[in-house]
């Protein structure tokens, strides 16, 4: 079984139900990782909307995804990190190639962290930029 984008970066990571992960129906890869910026990609091929602009919910999968990556990778000790809260603004259309997003901290504490995630298309003109905050909660037995 392949990885998830999650796993590739993060190994360690614990992932549940591994074969139903959305990250790879959208075809989401992760380049970059480390504390200070985690960078993926997902296509706009298979991601449209109706019109045949990158749909943005996908975008804001893409957000999520690369955001509690980033979460995960600033976490202190055996926290995990869950959403809180992600808000996507849409500045202009995708219409085809990959998409870019970008992610950097914010603000990490022991309980909150804030990402800003920042999508850009392959001419580098930005498409989307989200605001993802988790919380970090003590690890559990269960997903």
Same mark, same amino acid.
């Given at each position: 079984?392949?990885? @998830?984008?999650? /796993? /590739?970066?993060?190994p &360690? +990571?614990?992932?549940?139900? $591994?074969?139903? /992960?959305?990250?790879?129906? !959208? *075809?989401i890869? +992760?380049? &970059?990782?480390? $504390?200070?910026?985690?960078?993926?990609?997902? $296509?706009?091929?298979? %991601?449209? /909307?109706?019109?045949? !602009?990158?749909? *943005?919910?996908? #975008?804001?999968?893409?957000?999520?995804?690369i955001? #509690?990556?980033?979460?995960?990778? %600033?976490?202190?000790?055996?926290?995990? $990190?869950?959403? !809180?809260?992600?808000?996507?603004?849409?500045?202009?259309?995708?219409?085809?190639?990959?998409? @870019?997003?970008?992610?950097?901290?914010?603000?990490?504490?022991?309980?909150v962290? @804030?990402?800003? +995630?920042?999508i850009?298309?392959?001419?580098?003109? =930005?498409?989307? @930029?989200?605001? !993802?905050?988790?919380?970090? =909660?003590?690890?559990?037995?269960?997903?």
């Amino acid at each position: 079984m392949a990885q @998830t984008p999650e /796993q /590739q970066a993060v190994p &360690e +990571i614990e992932v549940a139900y $591994p074969d139903e /992960q959305l990250a790879v129906k !959208l *075809g989401i890869e +992760i380049t &970059e990782w480390d $504390p200070a910026r985690v960078v993926g990609t997902m $296509p706009v091929a298979g %991601n449209r /909307q109706p019109f045949g !602009l990158l749909h *943005g919910g996908a #975008s804001a999968v893409l957000a999520e995804t690369i955001g #509690s990556t980033a979460a995960y990778v %600033n976490r202190v000790g055996d926290r995990r $990190p869950v959403g !809180l809260e992600l808000s996507c603004t849409h500045h202009r259309s995708a219409l085809s190639g990959h998409v @870019t997003a970008v992610c950097t901290p914010a603000s990490v504490g022991r309980t909150v962290g @804030t990402f800003e +995630i920042v999508i850009s298309d392959d001419e580098g003109r =930005r498409v989307c @930029t989200a605001k !993802l905050t988790c919380v970090y =909660r003590d690890a559990t037995p269960s997903a």
